[in-house]
């Protein structure tokens, strides 16, 4: 991450109001685990604060409130990116935040749903702002690409599901890997070169954002976010098995134990499959 901060600036937080952006927020799960969701209602009303808006409620809201330690990914439509870390403080279901926003049209015109509840956070760090660095995303997707096939497990079993195969392996699609830092943080990195090896591995070579992913130790487990522009999104966890070489090419590569539905209305657990149970109460 770049020089850090420990506030924004007013510009940004003007930037930082459209509902069109990308917004993550990465926390930790109950048993201590790294959990990542797409959060494009990531506001910053205050220069040392952030705010979240609730309109449907999955489990990253659950576990902040458990465990207030969270990282935050900002990408605007002109594709600068913030970085940083926060701490939940706690929630209102009314006041200035709340009506700010329910008065933008996203929430306001909705047919189903508007935003019901605010989480404040305070800031602990923010990244200088940065542009994606395309070129070195570009170089890294295409040999990820070259070598991936090498890295695949071999095994016919599948864990993703075709769809979700088929979206980390779109080039256009973004990706982001989280994990749990030493300081009890979550740490929450662009990693937009990674693709599917197979159904059950993903493989990405590390150019971009090398340094960071660098950092990240055998062993470690991670979670692995991908989301294309038309908002459709999948969650994945795993065991990060290290670099090694395949095909001549470096490469990273995550063992996937565990895949989760973030799109909402119906969030939920896809691996290990869920039995389905009839519903007895109505």
Request: positive net charge; contains cysteine.
């Amino acid at each position: 991450m770049t020089a850090t901060r420990p506030c924004f600036i007013r510009d940004e937080q003007k930037a930082f109001e459209p509902a069109e952006k990308i917004g993550l927020v990465a926390c930790i799960d109950p048993n201590g685990r790294p959990h990542v969701s797409l959060i494009t209602s990531i506001m910053a009303p205050r220069p040392n604060q952030i705010t979240l808006g609730e309109f449907c409620r999955g489990l990253s809201k659950q576990y902040i409130q458990q465990n207030p330690c969270i990282a935050f990914l900002i990408m605007t439509m002109d594709r600068r990116l913030w970085r940083g870390h926060a701490k939940w403080t706690h929630l209102r279901r009314e006041g200035p935040e709340y009506q700010r926003y329910n008065d933008i049209p996203m929430f306001r015109y909705n047919t189903y749903f508007g935003i019901n509840t605010v989480h404040y956070l305070d800031l602990v760090e923010t990244s200088e702002p940065m542009p994606l660095p395309m070129a070195g995303i570009v170089t890294s997707s295409l040999l990820t690409r070259l070598g991936k096939g090498a890295a695949a497990t071999g095994r016919v079993e599948r864990i993703l599901k075709p769809f979700a195969e088929g979206l980390f392996n779109q080039m256009e699609s973004l990706k982001f890997i989280s994990y749990v830092g030493a300081d009890g943080f979550p740490e929450l990195v662009p990693m937009v070169q990674c693709q599917a090896a197979d159904s059950r591995r993903l493989a990405f070579a590390p150019l971009a954002f090398g340094r960071e992913l660098r950092r990240i130790e055998t062993g470690t487990e991670v979670a692995v976010f991908c989301l294309t522009m038309g908002m459709e999104d999948v969650l994945i966890r795993g065991t990060f098995r290290g670099f090694k070489r395949y095909r001549m090419v470096s490469l990273g590569t995550v063992d996937i134990e565990w895949v989760y539905n973030s799109m909402p209305p119906a969030h939920g657990q896809i691996f290990p499959e869920v039995p389905l149970e009839p519903v007895t109460e109505f």
